[in-house]
């Protein structure tokens, strides 16, 4: 018989060990089996990486630790809901109305002439300034401005709003939505 033990040999040694260290850690049998359970995977899927003539025991000793706080950083984003109890409290805020009104302002933009589109979407929607819609357009200043508000007229005369708060209220509704 071989007098040096094998790596697996002394792995296996120290399973007793390990499941000591891992109930000490989860406080829970089941728990602590599946912990030493990973950390005999981990360890035999990289055995390759250990060097022979260091700590085996600290070397199986870590990966069980590393292990063990993946796991537990792993459940606090997690909701334990056995019985579906927590999943029964959960609701979402209706879509549909919000899509229909996305879908008529994506018609109605279609509807403007593309000058009047581009400068309402990079003001309105983009976010940039005047200055920036005009340069990148390449045209003067007060062209975008008149663009966009001709754009918006004509966008409040497509969609039937009386004036910027019906289309607006379209904004909120969106808000709430999201939320």
């Known amino acids: 018989m071989n007098a040096v033990p094998s790596w697996r040999d002394e792995v296996v040694g120290l399973i007793p060990a ?22 005999l995977i981990k360890a035999w899927t990289n055995r390759d990486k250990f060097e022979p003539g260091t700590n ?7 990966i069980l630790r590393n292990t063990y706080y993946t796991s537990v950083l792993r459940r606090r984003r997690e909701v334990r809901d056995e019985t ?26 279609q509807q403007l002439p593309a000058e009047h589109r581009e ?15 005009a340069e990148i357009c390449g045209c003067a200043l007060g062209t975008i401005k008149s663009r966009l508000n001709r754009a918006r007229a004509r966008l409040l005369k497509i969609m ?17 939505g999201s939320a």
Request: aromatic share 8%; net charge negative.
């Open 160 to 176: 039937d709003a009386e004036d910027a708060t019906d289309v607006m209220a379209l904004e909120a509704m969106a808000a709430v």
């Open 119 to 133: 400068a309402l979407i990079l003001v309105g929607a983009a976010g940039l300034s005047y200055e920036e819609a």
């Open 18 to 39: 390990l499941r000591a260290f891992a109930w000490s850690l989860s406080h829970n049998g089941s728990d602590a089996d599946d912990l030493v359970q990973d950390t």
């Open 84 to 109: 579906g109890e927590y999943a029964e409290t959960l609701t979402s805020a209706p879509t549909q109305e919000w899509t229909v009104a996305m879908r008529a302002l994506q018609t109605a933009l």
């Open 56 to 62: 085996l025991r600290a070397w199986l000793f870590t």
